[in-house]
């Protein structure tokens, strides 16, 4: 058996799958539709649609209403519901359904239409409605039957046929006669079903002993009234009015606030009968149907007709609003104010609801009008003072006594912390007046006093002590950054009381510098002279700075003398770069010019640029980011979410692992907009914002690459670099590195100006120098350059990555084995390479620049001139010149140049060579006069020494001692251990040739050494047979130039062969040697060449055959 086996049709256009839902849901819902359970939407034709009820009553409910209205989505759809599968046209009975059948051969015609069930009885019951129908079906001719169990009225009728023996237009006119008179019969009659019970009991009470133009029949849960149309609708209005009916309509309580007042006056005017009570979510009418409908039908109209504004606020405000009760605060002042209500409701933005736009926009101008959030930075505070923190609480706690009525925060950030007041305008105005107050009469401020000359940073308090001023109750503090300046710290009246007084002060000062031309003025007055440097100081009130610049390498080669005759050196080479590791210096950074990729680095720090806050505006970022991944892209968007940088700024992102820092610092950059930009500005702030950061958060290291050259920021590279290097620069003469001790300055090898790039760097840091001369980093290294570190004096060792032959040093040191020598790999280039000058005895002997500086800061031109004229005076007086000879010069030893060359370091000496080849020494007395006394020393010496050597070369021709070697021959000994052997100076032993020391025993004639004795023999009146009896040749000329072998004329000049002498393969010589000896026992005939005195420095040849010597020339000399 079917489920649902009610079924009633409409007519309607092709429906969706989603619009027969909400037509099924709607003919479910009794109290809009009177339906109930049914099944699924069915389409049986063209525009048919069949839906079945399980209960029949619900059916008959529906059928009551014959027009429905069903909300669609974009439209209202209208239907028109019939218990009937075919729907008529308007001018055919909706209840009823006709066929016609025409018998052949017959006269008799039928028609069948589909009665009502209820209209049927009430022609059974009514025999006045049934007489009618039949007196009008009898002046057609036709017959009636009702058949109740069908709920069908069959009509029957003969027609006479007509000439030609056809019934189709007699039929047609009959059949049309017929249905004239059922649409008749459905017109005068109606069915109207009641189901309310109070009205079903109502009509059962009043209707059913009414007259018999009304009946009434009773079914389960309903009633069904039939008659008349106008009667049965007049009897049941009438009964409708006298029955009250209750509708509970669900309402959202925050649209009830809005409309409930306007919809009373509306219902009070139209239909003041009608009792309304509102529960939560709920408004309940109760009266007439009529009325209640149209009361429901108001209500809706005016929910339809609130109107909803957005009005956006800052977190701070909407958090202010849900924690206090300003939403009901205003809600209420709103009712009382307004035509209309206006209700408050606040999730990410504050949602203003009415019926009035005019109400919505005065409540949102009284919103934003009293409850507002300001904004004030504390000047010059980093942390809040916990003064300020605690009166601004007392204040707070004061004025929300009575409930919240304010709210205080503090907010810090990269300028300094932030107060931020929330709350009623009258409460955050109060407290705004009295924090502006507490800035200008109570809170610590800075000031900054442009200092007239950098030394002043160092030795400002010393100068204040000067000029006798006293500065109390404001700190000072000096420092290089922006510029020389003096920071004023403290309460701002005084502050500014202190500024008054030292701005006049610093305006009048006189900076000006006196040259000493003289060497020693710098010891002189850091030594022994300082104490009258100070009673200069003192009495003139001024202040007195050494100026300590970096040697200049030009400078000193021109103020230092070289005494020699011969100079010649390897043309100098450009190198490609060069750095620098002194000390002292200014900080402790190590600078270093990177040739890599930033993502490639190994530091704690990577800065990086970006543009309007995106993170793929340039190259450098995007590198950053293919590295970084999506990690690197989460990060930078987490913390950007909750920063809007300004030019300048800088966003600190954590970094991912795959990159080798802790932190990338981004900077927001402008693109280049002209010399002193605001591009400019902001760059220089970021990077030094960059570097205070990495200051104060501990960092060691940080990488910054050379920002702004590029198609995205188009700076020119020179201004690219240039920002970059006085931002590195300034930073280190600030001296405030901290932790910071490496920065690198990274180059992308792959760009097209990377070599340009380099140099560039490299130029400007190099140049870079402090206020005192000093250089301002520990070092400056880079991928491709030299270091030089200073050792101590003057000496330096340079560390250079090239070719040693390129290098232009007096020694060039090299390793051999001398068994394959020219194959070397250092030789032949040096060997192809201009000899050095090896005659050089002493060069640079200078201690540096004659011309000292000092810096006399005072307060006015005549006091600081005095001053100067007072320690200029007191220079001259000790200073000292003196003249050293070219002869005294030319006796001094290797040991005493080296002596020589300390003492004029350490006393601070200058010399100068003269015309003559002399040297003027010029220092302080003390120093010059320990100079001419050493020469003078060093003189006598000399003299000595000559003597001594004179005495060996004389006796050394005239008696020859000789010692025994272990083979058996005789060697003689050299001149100093002949020399003491026959002065008999033997205490300390002698040395022989091979420089073994023996001790000696004259009395017997014997030598001992390691546990070895051995003879001594000595031989007198040497003749030339002492090596042999050949022709003797000597390797200098000075030997055979002696007096001895070159006998002086009358004219005193002497006569000396230069001769080419075959040596060939050399042995020792012996005294009696005819002949050379023999090479090999076994052949006693192949001899050497020629014998010699010495065999492993030999100074002497001896051969013994004339073919052997050539004469080449014959030289005269005095």
Known sequence: MDEFPHPLFFEARELSKREKGKIRLYFQKRRDSGGGDCDEIQKIGDNTYRICFKVKE?????????????????????????????????????????????????????????????????????????????????????????????????????VVKESGGAFGTAAEKWEHQVDKIFINLTETYTCHHVFEPKLVKKVQQDLSNVADDIKVYSQAGYVVVVGETVVVKEKVSGLEKGLTTTMELPIKEKHLKLIEEEFRREMQADSPEVKITTRTNMVILEGSDEKVKSGAAKLDELVKKIKVKRVQLSPCLTAFMKTTNALSKYEARFQQTFRSPVSLEVDVDLRLSSLSSVSLEEAEAALLRDIIVISVQLQGETTVPPELRGILNKARDEVNSLGLQVEVSFIPGVNGTTVQLVGYSQEVSKLKEFLHDYQLNQATTEEILKLPDPELVECFDEMLNRLGVNITRVTLRTSHVPYPCVILSGNRGQVKDIYKTLQPVLANLTVD???????????????????????????????????????????????????????????????????????????????????????????????????????????????????????????????????????????????????????????????????????????????????????????????????????????????????????????????????????????????????????????????????????????LTSDLDEVIMALGGNVQLHLVFGDITNETTDVVVNTTDFTNFHNAPVIPPVQQSPPLTTDLKLTNISSGSQQSTFKFIGLGKNTVDDAMKNLKSLYETVCSTQTISKEDMEVLTQEDLKAFKQLVESEGLFIKEDQSGGLTVTGLKDGVNQLIMMIQACLQGSLRIEVRVREEEDLYNRVMWCILDQRGNWQRLPKIANYNLEKRDIAAGIEDAQGVTWQVNLQNMQATATGQTTKLKRLQNLTATVFGEGTYFAVNASYSAQSTYSKPGADGSQLMFVARVLTGVYAQGQSGMKVPPSRNAQQPNERYDSVVDNLSNPSMYVVFHDDQAYPDYLITFK
Not at 99 to 105: M, R, S
Not at 523 to 549: A, C, M, N, P, W
Not at 695 to 711: E, K, L, R, W
Not at 742 to 751: A, F, G, L
């Open 58 to 158: 619900d059916q008959e409910r529906v059928l009551q209403k014959s027009s429905h209205t069903i909300c669609l989505p974009n439209e209202e759809l209208h239907l028109t519901v019939s218990s009937s599968s075919s729907l008529q046209a308007s001018d055919q009975p909706s209840t009823s359904h006709g066929q016609t059948f025409t018998q052949a051969n017959t006269k008799e015609l039928e028609k069948i239409f589909q009665i009502e069930t209820f209209l049927l009885f009430y022609l059974r019951d009514c025999p006045q409605a049934l007489k009618f129908l039949q007196k009008q079906l009898d002046a057609i001719h036709c017959s009636l039957t009702l058949n109740f169990d069908t709920e069908e009225a069959v009509v029957k009728g003969d």
């Open 513 to 779: 510098s006196l040259v000493l031309n003289g060497p020693g003025a710098l010891r002189y007055f850091q030594g022994v002279g300082k104490v009258s440097k100070d009673l200069v100081e003192t009495s003139h009130k001024v202040i007195i700075r050494e100026q300590q610049g970096v040697p200049n390498v030009n400078a000193q080669q021109q103020g230092s003398s070289s005494i020699t005759h011969k100079t010649s050196l390897r043309p100098s080479l450009n190198r490609r770069s060069r750095s620098f590791v002194g000390s002292p210096a200014v900080s402790q950074i190590n600078l270093r010019i990177r040739l890599c990729r930033l993502e490639d680095e190994q530091v704690d720090v990577f800065v990086a640029p970006i543009v309007k806050n995106q993170l793929n505006s340039n190259n450098i970022s995007k590198s950053l980011l293919r590295k970084g991944g999506s990690t690197l892209q989460s990060q930078f968007e987490a913390t950007a979410a909750n920063h809007v940088l300004l030019p300048g700024e800088v966003l600190q992102v954590p970094a991912p692992p795959s990159l080798g820092c802790s932190k990338i610092f981004f900077i927001e950059c402008l693109p280049w907009d002209g010399v002193g930009g605001q591009s400019v500005q902001a760059l220089s702030k970021g990077l030094e914002k960059c570097l205070d950061l990495c200051v104060q958060q501990g960092f060691s290291s940080v990488a910054i690459p050379i920002i702004g050259h590029g198609v995205v920021l188009k700076y020119s590279l020179t201004e690219a670099i240039k920002v970059l290097t006085e931002k590195i620069t300034g930073f280190g003469s600030a001296a405030t590195s901290g932790s910071l001790s490496s920065i690198n300055i990274v180059i992308h090898p792959d760009y097209s100006d990377a070599e340009k790039t380099y140099h560039e760097v490299h130029k400007n840091l190099c140049s870079s120098m402090n206020h005192t001369g000093q250089v301002i980093f520990r070092s």
